[in-house]
């Protein structure tokens, strides 16, 4: 079922956004035990604990991703999936229960990895895409949507103006509205980043998120509160939702303005509440970096071969000021979430 | 060991390219079991089976890449792995072999998929990379290999004259030239690919593979004779060389030219022999494709979603040029090396 994380409210596992209430809403299953099927090296390892049926979901799945150890510090490359970001893994999962629920087309307004993603995926399983656009995105993801067959609609104005466009074309037009920012089986899709870490590593003391909607962060913590429920684990990892400078939702609003992070560049994320309360449950915490700190950490993971975009970059900036104020473990996990396009 | 394929010479495990008496040269080891590493989800999983020191290896592992099933055929996407390509395997066990000789500069002349691999490997593992290019080498991959450090020089003539411009620079300087058409480690790494197929789905009746210089079914076919010689399992599945019309090594040469397949361009394979070997063996056969054929085979992949490069599809269109002539047996894999840039 679904449950509102606001009121309570139940509803029937159908593709809805939000509560009556205003509240978000999170998938809500009981598992007796955590046993992966040994036969799957990637996503469809976790079958058994994605709330779709499985002859809906889409033909090539996200993989799982190796955890390494670079000079001391462990990472998460949760990048190396088929449209390059770790969205792909709740893409996947939301597309089976588009199709489950005879939807064939769908509305966004992104021009980020979500929207790449939703376009490969739902491309592979016959599903339309509007992708709402400002003029001045990137030619690149423009030209990289438009080969993925997305029908692009171009806006005047900013952010808020294409948000404003997309909802109302869904409105008139009866095709939904599908923000991951909100779709509970979104986080489904995220929740088998924590069932990897814990098959690769165990449990780690903590881990490092770039947080902006927080879908990364709910699905670690959706999984391993799943796995103590089912009574695999006994103890959360802390998590620690890493900002951007400008854009904080959880850390208090800096006066700086990160520009390197588009990628969490989310100041009010509709999943406030339910991201505060991952931070509680875990003993964990927010941290702000600002763009030269992500400079840094950007240049260092380049160095390595970690190619990923600057929004990764910030977990592990926030992982150095951790270290640097006294309060990381040594025992931390660090997730990269994207690759560099 | 080394190995001699031709005068059954042996060598200590050097870093070697071929035997005085012009053989090729494999690596020879006994395995008593096969037991993969649980804890890993990449290619760290087959480490015992690897003739490398583990402390070595570069950091960042070549993934597990799925086996998926789409219109009833089976396609393992080896091409999502950190550079885009099989070769990431190869080169990911070669790293490791230059590291324990204390070697920290190479050469080599290739544009392709194998100099971005080295050059990405070597920017992570501490090796300078010195590649040979010819002028009209592609403006994209040029800056890709500049961009992970390699040091390019370019080189006035045909494939041949920058062939030469590499050996001799490799003679002037004693930088170690290092093809993977020659080198045993290399086929170290492809061999991956057959133990994760077993683990996957088994042993298939037969594998389609894009075949040119041979690494990768070499690999494979070294890979699922280790699982027979160790007694895992009981048969070999059968290889099918898949060739471009024009650069046929094992299939006769066309008079038509396909320009498509620049992956398999390679009309004189030093390992021909070797090659011969794995068709015999496994009871395989090879199958030349032409442009058409190609490009047909490119589109269908592409409309799945599968987003590899024209030497990829080259694996199918032999498939379906196999099926044409009532050859293929219904239960075959097809194996997809690189990602279409």
């Known amino acids: 079922m679904l449950v509102c994380t606001k009121c309570g409210r139940k509803f029937e596992e159908k593709f809805l956004l939000q509560c009556e209430c205003g509240g ?10 955590f046993l992966p099927d040994p036969r799957f090296f990637d996503i469809r390892r976790y079958l058994s604990y994605l709330p779709v049926d499985a002859s809906f979901l889409p033909k090539i799945p996200p993989i ?9 510090i ?5 990048y190396l999936h088929p449209t390059g970001s770790f969205k792909d ?8 229960k588009l199709k489950e629920e005879g939807i064939s087309e769908v509305v966004l307004d ?7 993603s939703l376009a490969f995926y739902s491309m592979i399983s016959g599903i339309k895409v509007h992708i709402f656009l400002s003029y001045d995105a990137k030619p690149g993801k423009i030209s990289a949507l438009m080969n993925l067959n997305a029908k692009v609609h171009f806006v005047e104005g900013d952010r808020m103006k294409v948000h404003d466009s997309a909802l109302e074309f869904s409105k008139a037009t009866g095709i939904p509205y599908v923000t991951h920012w909100l779709n509970p089986y979104f986080i489904e899709g995220t929740k088998t980043i924590a069932f990897e870490i814990y098959e690769e590593i165990g449990v780690p003391e903590e881990i490092f998120i770039p947080t902006g909607s927080g879908t990364a962060l709910l699905g670690v913590w959706k999984g391993f509160k799943e796995l103590m429920e089912i009574g695999e684990i006994e103890r959360l990892p802390k998590l620690i939702a890493v900002q951007a400078e400008g854009f904080e939702s959880l850390c208090p609003r800096s006066p700086r303005i990160n520009k390197l992070a588009d990628g969490i560049a989310i100041p009010n994320p509709p999943r406030l509440e339910d991201m505060k309360k991952a931070l509680e449950e ?13 400079l840094a950490a950007h240049h260092w993971l380049k160095a390595r071969g970690l190619l990923v975009e600057e929004t990764s970059a910030t977990a592990l900036a926030g992982y ?11 025992n931390s996990l660090i997730l990269l979430t994207g690759v560099k396009r």
């Open 110 to 116: 992104s021009s980020g990895n979500a929207a790449l």
């Open 74 to 78: 462990e990472f998460k490359l949760d």
């Open 320 to 330: 150095w000021k951790a270290r640097e104020e006294g309060i990381a473990t040594g």
């Open 89 to 96: 893994r709740g893409t996947f999962v939301t597309i089976a």
């Open 24 to 33: 978000t809403l999170l998938v809500r299953r009981n598992y007796d035990s």
């Open 64 to 72: 799982i991703t190796p955890v390494v150890e670079i000079e001391g």
């Open 282 to 294: 875990t003993g964990g915490y927010c941290i702000s970096v600002g763009e030269d700190d992500t």
